[in-house]
């Protein structure tokens, strides 16, 4: 094999054949990668997937001198740095899991030019020995893998990423190519300004999927939901299901393995130990399913992942897009299927409204939500608008749910004036806010124990919402939240009035609602592409 191989100068084509064992050069790589191979800086926005790496490991062949690679993703550097070896690559890391001996021996191994590829945690450029050793050799590029940890607007900032600004100055004539799958214009331009990235160039690579189907349910019974899906079309299948709370993981691993499906559950709470050994049963087994909290995931490579299910609703769109872009790395199809329910938007406003930091944060986290509970609620094909999302321009797919099985659209202003007077009529009256249960309790006119306790059932609009079933009016309130119509505050997730409200009470705007299906449909399995 090429072990210790010197690659310095040959073409890039030809590393990707001999190291690499592959054929072509996928979107975008060629031209990044020959971009980074003549000094240039560069600024990678590429999915899940995409092939990111390679983007940097064959500039750091072909480069004189050691590649430097900053990525936060220390559980994986072990794996990343054995699979090199693996194909004959020279590389190595320093990360606070090793020992000092072992720190040593890489090192030494950087001083005496035998590395191609160095890992590094974040943290370890905070430490000065490091930033001395790396001036006593040869540095080729530095590579800044999950660069959105950079930015504010990233879903995972990390206060360490700060420091990277300073590589620039300190060597101004090594190539920078920072790497993200995460490209909103807003983190793109803030990882350019706080990297010092400026004359960097930009290569954004299409954030389409195609393969992975995307399906987004309203939540009644979540377990058994995720039964039906899986025994219907995943039977035997590896997938991820990602769930909110480490309770909710381990009910949710014990639900599917009591109902024989092999799972294993993940997430932070686990001793190091189990984690790491669940994390490789995924990788080297067929047919599991890892259920986990989004602690779970970052840079794992499993081309056969056919599902990610979230049976919670994910913080932010860009989360969500970096959570479903882990199936179908292999290019063939793949489902990510979501379930929410009005007490998702009820506990994650509370989460919101009760987090640590300042208002710009909470109102940061508010608008992530508001734009996840608009991709949850349209009427519109889920691949334009997750696109859009990301500021690319396409067309409707074809291959998700609202494509494949279009959802009506009704007239909701009605009842939309119904629901907000009920919310206007106890806050005006009687001073008080509720959450969504008692309202629709009163809309429907059920004489609950609450209800009598409160003297609800007096109120003009008790039993006013008749005409829809329960199932109508808790889209209505979710609907309603995802337009702005309506908002959740405080602890029990009471319903308030926001500025647009008044517009619906005054008739001066109409409601565009989706109709709640009777049952989920199911629409067809993805044909091969
Ligand atoms: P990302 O970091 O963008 O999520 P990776 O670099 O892990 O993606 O690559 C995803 C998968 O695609 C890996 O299994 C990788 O080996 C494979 N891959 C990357 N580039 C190519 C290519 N040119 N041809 C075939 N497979 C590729
Ligand atoms: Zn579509």
Request: charged letters at 25%.
């Amino acid at each position: 094999g090429p072990t210790g191989a010197d690659l310095t100068g040959v073409d890039p084509l030809e590393v990707l054949r001999r190291v690499f064992g592959y054929d072509a050069f996928r979107g975008g790589q060629q031209e990044i990668i020959e971009h980074v191979v003549g000094g240039g800086d560069a600024l990678v926005l590429m999915p899940t997937g995409g092939g990111k790496s390679l983007c940097y490991q064959i500039p750091a062949l072909v480069r004189k001198g050691v590649g430097v690679v900053i990525s936060p993703l220390i559980a994986l550097m072990q794996d990343q740095v054995d699979a090199l070896r693996a194909l004959g690559v020279r590389a190595g890391f320093l990360n606070s899991t090793q020992d000092f001996d072992e720190r040593r021996m890489v090192e030494a191994e950087f001083l005496a030019g035998e590395l191609d590829l160095l890992y590094l945690a974040p943290e370890r450029l905070r430490v000065d020995a490091t930033l001395r050793l790396l001036d006593r050799g040869t540095i080729s590029l530095f590579a800044i893998d999950e660069a959105h940890c950079v930015a504010q607007w990233g879903h995972d900032f990390r206060p360490d990423y700060l420091a990277l600004s300073a590589l620039h100055e300190r060597w101004p004539t090594v190539p920078r190519i920072a790497l993200t799958a995460t490209a909103t214009k807003a983190t793109h331009a803030e990882i350019a300004e706080r990297l010092n990235l400026a004359d960097a160039k930009h290569f954004v690579a299409s954030f389409d999927r195609p393969n992975i189907q995307y399906r987004i349910v309203s939540k009644a019974e979540p377990k058994r939901q995720l039964l039906d899906l899986l025994r219907a079309e995943h039977a035997g299948d590896a997938g991820i299901v990602y769930c909110l709370s480490r309770a909710s993981v381990e009910k949710t691993a014990e639900f599917l393995v009591a109902n024989g499906i092999p799972a294993l559950p993940y997430h932070a709470g686990l001793d190091a130990r189990i984690r790491a050994k669940n994390q490789s049963r995924f990788l080297r087994e067929d047919g599991l399913i890892m259920v986990a909290t989004i602690a779970f995931g970052m840079g794992i490579d499993k081309p056969d992942v056919r599902f990610v299910v979230h049976l919670d609703l994910p913080k932010s769109v860009e989360g969500y897009y970096q959570e479903t872009g882990r199936a179908g790395r292999d290019g063939l199809p793949s489902t990510a299927w979501l379930a929410y329910g009005l007490q998702d938007v009820v506990q994650q406003r509370k989460m919101i409204d009760t987090s640590e930091g300042d208002d710009a944060h909470r109102r940061r986290l508010g608008t992530h939500l508001d734009a996840m509970l608009a991709l949850c609620e349209t009427i519109e094909c889920r691949r334009v608008r997750l696109l859009a999302y990301f500021d690319q321009d396409s067309t409707a797919c074809g291959n998700c749910d609202t494509c494949l099985t279009p959802p009506e659209s009704w007239d909701g202003t009605v009842p939309a004036q119904k629901l907000l007077s009920t919310v206007l009529r106890l806050q005006r009256e009687r001073r008080q806010k509720f959450g969504a249960g008692q309202v629709i309790d009163i809309l429907l006119g059920r004489k609950t124990a609450k209800v009598i306790q409160h003297d609800h059932d007096s109120l003009t609009v008790f039993g006013i919402g008749e005409d829809l079933r329960e199932a109508e009016w808790r889209g209505v309130v979710r609907q309603l939240l995802a337009q702005g119509l309506l908002a959740v505050e405080g602890d029990y997730g009471t319903l308030v009035l926001t500025d647009a409200s008044a517009e619906v009470l005054g008739r001066q705007r109409e409601v565009l609602l989706r109709r709640e299906p009777e049952k989920a449909a199911k629409p067809a399995r993805a044909t091969r592409s």
